[in-house]
T-cell receptor, first 110, second 112 residues
Framework: KNEVEQSPQNLTAQEGEFITINCSYS?????LHWLQQHPGGGIVSLFM???GKKKHGRLIATINIQEKHSSLHITASHPRDSAVYIC????????????FGSGTQLTVLP | DGGITQSPKYLFRKEGQNVTLSCEQN?????MYWYRQDPGQGLRLIYY???????QKGDIAEGYSVSREKKESFPLTVTSAQKNPTAFYLC???????????FGQGTRLTVV
């Protein structure tokens, strides 16, 4: 079983829809990151969370440490939001430090 | 501004040639990491280093080599022994004992 599970694996939405991507983890962590990867492009770091909630523009990220779960929300989705969204956790007490989810491919249709 | 820089963004090489991917950080981070991503798959750990002049193999180290001669730099060499080198490569760095992680933009390597 993977230490970090993302869902859904693929998501298609219409422009304007509210989108939620989920990340669950089974290990102790000190922080969780949400990353964005555009087709053929590089990685952009969106959020780092240790607790609570963060907002940047139309993006909102939340984390529930007790439930070991984080969500990334996109409000008023737009085709330019189409990308792979990756959850990464900073492990507690591990030399390897980072573990990644397998990513969620989001496609927003006009 | 502090950050982590990978170069180049896109790289093309002929089969059988060694190629070195650059990763530099000016964050004074102790630990640096290299990951590989194949289409439709998650990121897998190749090598990591927690201190200068020391590094450890990750899950898929075969066909790769690294060095850590300076704290700021952690170059990855994809050798001719790597059977399927075409992939996306990501470098990351962290401050041990902290919570943040910084990620490079990534290098997309294509071997023809």
């Amino acid at each position: 079983k993977n230490e970090v599970e993302q869902s859904p694996q693929n998501l298609t939405a219409q422009e304007g829809e509210f989108i939620t991507i989920n990340c669950s983890y089974s290990v102790g962590i000190s922080a969780l990151h949400w990353l964005q990867q555009h087709p053929g492009g590089g990685i952009v770091s969106l959020f780092m969370l240790s607790s609570g909630k963060k907002k940047h523009g139309r993006l909102i990220a939340t984390i529930n440490i007790q439930e070991k779960h984080s969500s990334l929300h996109i409000t008023a989705s737009h085709p330019r939001d189409s990308a792979v969204y990756i959850c990464a956790v900073r492990l507690s007490g591990s030399a390897r430090q980072l573990t990644f989810g397998s990513g969620t491919q989001l496609t927003v249709l006009p | 501004d502090g950050g982590i820089t990978q170069s180049p963004k896109y790289l093309f090489r002929k089969e059988g040639q060694n190629v070195t991917l650059s990763c530099e950080q000016n964050l004074n981070h102790d630990a640096m990491y290299w990951y590989r991503q194949d289409p439709g798959q998650g990121l897998r750990l190749i090598y990591y280093s927690q201190i200068v002049n020391d590094f450890q193999k990750g899950d898929i180290a075969e066909g790769y080599s690294v060095s850590r001669e300076k704290k700021e730099s952690f170059p990855l060499t994809v050798t001719s022994a790597q059977k399927n080198p075409t992939a996306f490569y990501l470098c990351a760095s962290i401050l041990i004992g902290g919570t943040e992680a910084f990620f490079g933009q990534g290098t997309r390597l294509t071997v023809v």
